[in-house]
């Protein structure tokens, strides 16, 4: 008897979880739907909070800021599994490739897996029983991205999404969008902007409509450009409610990867903190990246994310000179030889 009381607490333990997710965790009311579109994905992303939606210079920003993607110039593949609460499984993965000069396309799809549930039901006098029966709700998101270039400082994006909920036959299902700016104030500067899940109403709830901007930038500490340091700001409509965060990160030789971030007046997304990995293996460059995060009553998160990109690395660097950067000098002799081209 004492273990079947166990068995119940959790089962109910394990589905109020699963109903706060999908009903209010994170927006303060509960007049919206499909809350796991709010979930982070990607380790590196995540540890640079919403800072990322003005660097968005990998794969990820696809999801993040669809702006970013003409930044890319090879395809990209990535993937990232992440023990959530109550350790539900989610996962993430994305690609883009280049499709013009100046416009690049994507795709990404998330899955949530809250595991095995099972059924207890109440009987005409009130008494609970037990069931052999169980239940298995699951979240699922797919969406196409495309990135262009409008001038050399500015770019667009979209995305064009479905999501699905299933939670014991109860099932939501709804078609939203996403647009992305992202402003190149110069080479180690970036601003961004993106307006998230616009669409209509969600099986009579409104979908997680959020608002987020940030502004990044590089430093020289060591080496070239080794520091990265982003501000953002997040803004969810339902509850009205604006938060912030801070991030950074120091790479080393390009190679290895050290990042920390942490969420201001945030209820999910407390203390970030992250390490990556980049390792050419000819012809294509792999990464690996892990983040913890705290969220706040909610527990914590473990992400691990691997990615491959095929082509030259070009060391991280980007293939357009710097604005900060000076021009040298012609040799003695020879400058009427060079022309300025404007």
Known sequence: ??????????????????????????????????????IKPSARAASLGDSFVSI??????AFYN???LTQLDDLEISLMHMVYVADMGYEFGTVVFPAGEK?????????????????TTEDGSGMLVASTESYTPYDLSAAVSAGYQISKSISAGVNVKIAYSDIDGNKLSGIMGDAGLLIKLSEETGLGAVLYNLGDSVNGSASPLIV????????SLVEDGDFLAGLGVNYLTASSKISGSAGVEYNYQNMFFIRAGYGMASDTDGINIGAGLKQDLGG?????????SLLGDLGSAHRVSVGIKFGDDYSGKTKRKSSNTKSKPAKSGTRNYYKVVK
């Open 284 to 292: 294509m460059t792999g990464t690996l990246d892990y983040n913890f």
């Open 212 to 219: 987020r901007g940030g502004i990044s930038t590089k430093f």
């Open 66 to 68: 669809p702006a970013g």
């Open 1 to 38: 008897m004492r273990a079947w009381c166990c068995k119940y607490k959790l089962n109910k333990i394990l589905a109020s979880v699963i109903f706060v997710l999908s009903t209010t965790v994170f927006a303060g009311v509960g007049t919206e739907s499909m809350q796991f579109l709010k």
């Open 56 to 61: 968005a210079n990998d794969v990820n920003a």
């Open 103 to 119: 416009l690049r396309i994507g795709a990404y799809v998330i899955f949530m897996n809250y595991g095995s549930i099972g059924r």
